[in-house]
């Protein structure tokens, strides 16, 4: 899903959010959480490239790119979320923690819903068993949209049939 995308969702959420906690830092953390998720795109092309992208589209370049067979996204991860919210039950975690969890979780099922991805894709262990290579964990759709590359690069991608 696009950031603006995420933005524009983010904000809808946390104004839910405020409208049933009346927690001002609750909404702040949905939102926040909702939208800087994805700093983990910048650590993937600052791990590939050894350089900060200082252009938005230098960024999305490089994700829609097919030129590196890993991809990593380090803090999309279902794992995190039932970590976090069971903290929060055990815990009694106070409303910016769950304005946190909701960002991130609603996050997490729009990029589930929205990315061309493998139905496992969002869990960290899955990616990690199937050595976070893209051609492994990522739809078949998601390198047909971006066909066009594979011809000019000259490389077609094999699939593991698994999920």
């Known amino acids: 899903m696009k950031a603006s995308y995420h933005i524009v969702v983010s904000a809808g959420v946390a104004l839910g959010l405020q409208a049933m ?11 926040v959480s909702g939208v ?31 030129k590196d067979k890993k991809l990593y996204l380090f803090f999309h991860g279902y794992e995190y979320l039932f970590i976090l919210w ?3 039950y ?18 997490l099922i729009c990029d589930q819903f929205t990315n061309p991805t493998k139905p496992l894709f969002y869990f960290i262990t ?16 998601y390198f ?17 049939s698994s999920q």
Request: hydrophobic content about 40%.
């Open 21 to 31: 906690l009346h927690s001002w830092p609750a909404s702040l953390g949905c939102f």
């Open 126 to 141: 899955y990616r990690l068993k199937n050595q976070f290579i893209k051609t492994n964990i990522l739809s078949e759709r």
């Open 144 to 160: 047909l949209l971006n066909a066009q590359e594979y011809n000019e690069v000259g490389t077609v991608p094999t699939f593991r």
């Open 36 to 66: 800087l998720i994805d700093l983990d795109h910048y650590l993937e092309y600052y791990i590939s490239k050894r350089r900060i992208p200082f252009r938005y589209k230098d960024l999305l370049d490089f994700c829609t790119s097919h």
């Open 86 to 88: 069971i903290l929060i």
């Open 90 to 107: 055990v815990f009694y975690l106070n409303n910016i923690f769950i304005g946190i969890a909701l960002g991130l979780t609603i996050h």
